[in-house]
């Protein structure tokens, strides 16, 4: 029997993430004393870390060719376990992500309340993308290498949601967001696609034969 994520908490991790975004919104982008903190804890980040305006970094260059490279290593571990189902449910994944982040960050808008640079940041795109790419790596590694690709994605994320901040592309609320929208996705598409704890396609064969086996012995 295969083990999968349950819908239920699938389905509950959906509906969590989307008011956590929800909630998020409101708080620190909406109001004036959210905006005040959100800005501020910006501020403070890069002052610390020597950048008093917004600037480009290391992490401009690299972002694109470090997706790109998880992409690969995404869909190599699919072809590797031969699931078209793992790689149909990392895909819409990402795609959604992306998508979504893009067209949120578009409509939303930010109040004009003095505080900052008005134009809204909310999602925050590479946040979600990174995020993105962190779950799906780990809904398609097998289970025995799973910690190890949740420990890469984890600090991967934690490094990029730092430096967002730090060089001011992006507030808290932002990175927050954006990791949030990541979650909900997911939470949606192993609803339509179940990829957690999936077999590939060999495994299936192999536990079918086990069955078969321990069925004649039962007989005899």
Same mark, same amino acid.
């Given at each position: ?7 239920? #908490?699938?389905?509950? !991790? ?33 002052? +610390? ?13 690299? *972002? $694109? @060719? ?13 072809? !590797? ?7 149909? %449910? ?11 982040? &893009? =067209? /949120?960050?578009?409509?939303? *808008? ?8 008005? /134009? ?6 590479? =946040? ?11 809904? &398609?590694? @097998? ?8 420990? !890469? ?10 430096? $967002? &901040? ?18 909900? $996705?997911?939470?949606? $598409? ?8 999936? +077999?590939?396609?060999? #495994?299936?064969?192999? %536990?079918?034969?086990?069955?078969? *086996? +321990?069925?004649?012995?039962?007989? +005899?």
């Amino acid at each position: 029997m295969t083990h999968r994520t349950s819908p239920i #908490a699938a389905l509950a !991790a959906a509906i969590l993430a989307s008011l956590g975004i929800a909630a998020t919104y409101e708080l620190l982008v909406v109001s004036y004393a959210g905006q005040m903190v959100d800005q501020d804890v910006m501020e403070l980040m890069g002052a +610390r870390t020597g950048n008093d305006a917004p600037t480009g970094g290391l992490l401009a260059e690299i *972002q $694109v @060719p470090v997706l790109a490279g998880c992409g690969l290593l995404i869909g190599a571990i699919c072809l !590797a376990r031969r699931s078209w189902r793992l790689a149909l %449910h990392a895909s819409l994944l990402i795609g959604a992500v992306v998508v979504l982040a &893009v =067209v /949120l960050k578009s409509e939303l *808008q930010r109040p004009p309340l003095d505080v900052g640079n008005a /134009l809204n940041s909310f999602p925050s795109n590479t =946040v979600a993308a990174f995020a993105a790419a962190g779950i799906a790596l780990c809904a &398609v590694t @097998p289970r025995r290498a799973r910690p190890l690709a949740a420990i !890469a994605a984890t600090a991967g994320l934690g490094v990029v949601s730092f430096t $967002v &901040v730090s060089q001011q592309w992006h507030r808290p609320s932002d990175v927050i967001g954006g990791a949030l929208l990541a979650v909900a $996705v997911a939470a949606v $598409v192993d609803l339509l696609i179940p990829a957690w704890n999936a +077999r590939p396609a060999r #495994a299936h064969t192999e %536990h079918d034969v086990r069955d078969w *086996q +321990r069925s004649r012995a039962a007989v +005899r």
